[in-house]
């Protein structure tokens, strides 16, 4: 069984990457406020962990609110900034199609097609154009390895909402994406299935692939992240190695958040803060 | 109470021993409504389609309009219809007043907006769902498309029944574009009209129990196939 592409970080991709991703000066209005401010950062390939200086797992972290699933949605492209840009630098950067088709993102909510969870991977399958016999082979591969192969003819809506997630988790992973986008994975999931979707990041990360992924579980932070941006109030506070943040964080925010002492009236959520007025 | 009893024997009798009359009326109303309910679903689905996923300008009074045309008088419909088909109208000259063909032009407009408005809602709410995932898998407009059409399958089945529901049932505009000749344009619902006028119960409680069947199969059919279409989580 083989899902993953195993990667060497010294044999470079036979596909031209579009990583590193960069933000300048990246700002998002909505309803004339300003709900991300000015974004400044480099998000650099992963190399599958194997460079000590290049974070394969980046966690955004951060409090309900602070704008953690906008950030992911403006370097995925579903959002567009309003201000400053996001701009791809690899080898296939200007090549529109290929930077869509070499990224993926899964929801905090999964949303899945109302067809059996089969048929939801084989439609991402089918729409990057995998011929069929290897489409086949793929799917029970996927299924397989998230733990749903015997749900494979279920309907995808009538599995369990941790089943659900690691389907989407699945389907994601089948574009076989450079960098791969979660959106808080395992919010409302049991432990049990928190370690496997753990384990499957894990894998994929092995894989070569980059991962971004929002959080506010600092415990998984700790265990999981390589490096971690902590975002309050739709700005980024500080960015450090995931052992620096956590053990020495720089920003009184992020040390107050890290304490669990980030209080109400600090935290007002990007949509409800009325200083940051724009136009 | 007798009498009433009498005839709904007679009903039966008539139904059960395959009754001629009763035979061509049935089959005539079904080609009719049938026929409208395939021609109003050909052009409502598509353009229920096209007004819930793309933005236009007027998209929003279309929208309306077409919620708004749901609720329209069969009675009006047929008159409209008539004039235009009648001798001295525009379409006078194709003859089609007092034939089948006007009958289903008339149920084609009955049904198409509803067809449309349904379709647009179903296909709207499916595509607000799925819009960000199918962005975000890089479909193209067109499998974005397919995708919503597919997956809203049964819903859209569920309003083509309820056009064929309203197209089948409808009496005033057959009647009027129609006029009721007896083995050209005598369908159920106008021969049970004039039936009941004439005081032949039995006819006319036979195609009523009909009728009541038709419905009921349709209700059963459009609850059966949105139970399918969204099972429940198991959490």
Not at chain 2, 53 to 66: D, E, N
Request: glycine content about 8%; some cysteine; aromatic content about 6%.
């Amino acid at each position: 069984m083989k899902t993953f592409p195993t990667s060497d970080p010294a044999i470079p991709s036979p596909e031209p990457g579009i990583l590193p991703l960069e933000l300048i000066g990246a700002g998002l209005i909505r309803d004339g406020k300003r709900v991300l401010k000015d974004l400044n950062c480099r998000i650099e390939d992963g190399a599958g962990g194997q460079i000590a200086d290049r974070p394969a797992k980046t966690f955004i972290i951060g409090p309900n609110g602070a704008g953690k699933t906008l950030f992911l949605k403006l370097c995925h492209g579903l959002i567009q900034p309003d201000e400053g840009e996001v701009r791809w630098h690899g080898p296939a950067a200007n090549d529109g199609a290929r930077i869509k088709q070499r990224q993926a993102m899964v929801f905090q909510r999964p949303v899945l097609l109302r067809r059996t969870a089969w048929e939801n991977i084989n439609f991402v399958l089918k729409i990057r154009g995998v011929a069929r016999a290897e489409r086949a082979d793929r799917c029970a591969d996927l299924l397989q390895q998230t733990g749903l192969g015997r749900h494979a003819s279920t309907q995808a809506r009538a599995l369990s909402f941790g089943e659900q997630q690691r389907l989407a988790l699945a389907r994601a992973l089948a574009l076989d994406p450079e960098i791969l986008f979660l959106d808080e994975p395992t919010a409302s999931l049991d432990p049990a299935s928190a370690h496997l979707v753990e384990d499957l990041i894990d894998q994929a990360v092995a894989s070569g692939m980059k991962i971004v992924m929002s959080s506010h579980d600092l415990g998984q932070a700790k265990r999981l992240a390589d490096e971690v941006i902590f975002i309050h109030r739709g700005r980024i506070k500080e960015r450090a190695a995931a052992p620096t943040f956590c053990n020495r964080p720089e920003n009184d925010l992020a040390r107050d958040f890290l304490e669990g002492k980030l209080l109400w009236w600090r935290r007002r959520s990007v949509y409800e803060d009325g200083e940051e007025q724009c136009c | 109470m007798e009498a009433f009893l009498d005839a709904f024997a007679a009903a039966l009798g008539l139904i059960a021993s395959g009754d001629r009359d009763l035979i061509r009326i049935i089959l005539l109303s079904l080609k009719v409504s049938l026929s409208a309910v395939c021609i109003a679903a050909l052009i409502g689905i598509p353009l229920g389609g096209l007004i819930a996923l793309s933005r236009f300008p007027g998209r929003q009074a279309l929208i309306v309009m077409f919620n708004a045309l749901m609720g329209l008088p069969p009675v009006v419909v047929g008159l409209m219809v008539y004039v235009v088909l009648s001798r001295s109208g525009p379409f006078g000259v194709l003859n089609l007043l007092f034939t089948p063909t006007a009958m289903i032009i008339a149920q084609v407009i009955l049904v198409l907006p509803i067809i449309v408005s349904l379709t647009r809602q179903t296909l709207h709410s499916l595509w607000l769902e799925y819009r960000e995932t199918l962005q975000s898998v890089a479909a193209t407009p067109a499998q974005c498309l397919a995708a919503v059409l597919w997956d809203g399958r049964f819903m859209l089945i569920t309003a083509v029944l309820v056009g064929f529901g309203r197209a089948i049932a409808e009496v005033g505009a057959v009647m009027i574009v129609g006029g009721n000749i007896d083995n050209v344009t005598r369908v159920m619902t106008t021969a049970i009209a004039l039936e009941a006028s004439k005081g032949d119960l039995a006819l006319a409680l036979g195609l009523g129990f009909i009728l009541l069947m038709i419905s009921m199969a349709l209700n059963i059919i459009a609850h059966g196939l949105t139970a399918f279409g969204e099972p429940e989580s198991r959490s």
